[in-house]
């Protein structure tokens, strides 16, 4: 069973900047991909970001690219997402996700196998 614990979420102006961090309680976190996706009201849950156990493979949604940035610290069982240049489409709780897949990279929720409880962000125009 592996625990994950977003932290970073909050208030930010259109255009402004937050990082997200997801502490994980995974033994060997460098076997898990991890990502990152969110959820607005009314909406499904959508993909935002991956990075693969060693952080070689990121992908991302066209939605944030050139805006986000995912990256990981495995000896601190930690993955990171920078949001820059916010805008309010952006507001949502964002979730944490872990898959245990030791060299590859999932962009879609059905390949992840724990979550974390999620962090708002919302972002004012």
């Known amino acids: 069973q592996v625990q994950l614990v977003e932290l970073g979420g909050g208030l930010v102006q259109a255009g402004g900047s937050l990082r997200l961090s997801c502490a994980a309680s995974?033994?060997?976190?460098?076997?898990?991909?991890m990502g990152w996706f969110r959820q607005a009201p009314g909406k499904e849950r959508e993909f935002v970001a991956t990075?693969?156990?060693?952080?070689?493979?990121?992908d991302y949604a066209d939605s944030v690219k050139g805006r986000f940035t995912i990256s990981r610290d495995n000896a601190k069982n930690t993955v990171y997402l920078q949001m820059n240049s916010l805008k309010p489409e952006d507001t949502a709780v964002y979730y944490c996700?872990?898959?245990?897949?030791?060299?590859?990279?999932?962009?879609?929720?059905?390949?992840?196998?724990?979550w974390g409880q999620g962090t708002q962000v919302t972002v004012s125009s």
């Open positions: 996700a872990a898959a245990l897949r030791p060299f590859g990279i999932a962009t879609t929720a059905v390949s992840y196998d724990y």
């Open positions: 990075i693969s156990g060693n952080g070689g493979r990121t």
């Open positions: 995974a033994r060997t976190f460098r076997n898990y991909a």
